[in-house]
């Protein structure tokens, strides 16, 4: 078996790398282009306001809602596409203050 064995987040990361965001000053903003998105406030991941999310969909309403989120690890998209990102778009700047319960969903 040449291929490593990934639980499941990891797997869903390897195939959907791209709509990716980090929790940032009023909301989150898109990993590549920077873009201000919030977590669509039905999702379960609303209050706990995870580091890093990946999603499925951005629904765009009175804001850009992300739908369908998962929490993801930073470390895992540079694993999983290394021809994508860079290490340095991928700082987590964990040692940075952020307000409390923000980015404590693990």
Not at 16 to 24: E, I, M, V, W
Not at 48 to 76: G, N
Request: proline letters at 8%.
């Amino acid at each position: 078996d040449q291929f490593p064995r990934l639980c499941p987040p990891q797997s869903i990361t390897a195939g959907f790398f791209y709509p990716t965001a980090r929790l940032a000053r009023g909301g989150y903003r898109t990993v590549k282009h920077q873009q201000p998105v919030f977590i669509h406030p039905n999702s379960a991941l609303f209050a706990l306001q995870p580091r890093w999310v990946l999603y499925h969909e951005l629904v765009c309403t009175s804001k850009e809602f992300m739908r369908q989120v998962l929490e993801i690890d930073s470390a895992w998209l540079l694993e999983v596409a290394p021809h994508y990102y860079q290490a340095k778009e991928l700082e987590d700047g964990s040692g940075r203050k952020m307000p409390r319960k923000a980015g404590k969903a693990r």
